[in-house]
């Protein structure tokens, strides 16, 4: 058993992931989209020249509503801005020739670096319109609950906290 458990942490040991902010890093706010399929292609295509979305004029949940088309396939979405504080990022495998920091070994060394930046995304759906119900909506909001919880607690907010506390308890003795 010892030795399975020391095998597994020789590959589970961690290494370095190097982040710089690219040369060529470009402002693709307006121009990201999280489409419901999976596309097995990476390469160079004229995506605008095939995906156009539309504007619909609708407006659910405070929402509007876009519409597009995929493969003939109706998608319907919406363009949701990332949270104050928060940036999206689409990142590239370094090259090997860029100089790597002192003391670290290239086998642990994955360097990355941004390519590209954007403040929006645009979400779809296959056959139902946006909402606020939406799981991709949601996630976003547990990025508020997070900031809360790893917010540190002033003296002023342990007081403001601990005063319904004494109401209760003085109100349950009566």
């Given amino acids: 058993m010892e030795g399975i458990e020391e095998g597994f ?21 307006g121009d990201i989209h999280q489409l419901p399929c999976c596309i097995k292609y990476n390469g160079p295509c004229s995506v605008s020249h095939y995906f156009k979305p539309n504007h619909t004029g609708i407006e659910v949940d405070g929402l509007k509503v876009e519409e597009a088309f995929f493969r003939g396939r109706k998608l319907q979405g919406t363009t949701i801005h990332l949270p104050e504080g928060y940036s999206g990022f689409v990142l590239g495998k370094r090259s090997s020739d860029t100089a790597k920091p ?9 360097g990355w670096e941004t390519n590209a930046k954007f403040q929006e995304i645009t979400f779809w759906n296959h056959d139902n319109l946006p909402s606020q119900d939406d799981a991709y909506v949601r996630s976003f909001h ?8 790893h ?16 109401q209760e308890l003085c109100t349950s003795e009566k």
Avoid: Y
């Fill in 9 to 29: 942490a020789e590959k589970e040991s961690s290494g370095c992931i190097d982040l710089c902010l690219g040369e060529a890093a470009v402002d693709l706010t």
């Fill in 102 to 110: 002192t003391g670290i070994s290239e086998g642990n060394m994955i």
């Fill in 142 to 149: 547990w990025l508020a609950v997070s900031r809360a919880l």
């Fill in 151 to 166: 917010k540190p607690a002033t003296a002023e907010d342990l007081r403001a906290a601990s005063l319904p506390l004494k």
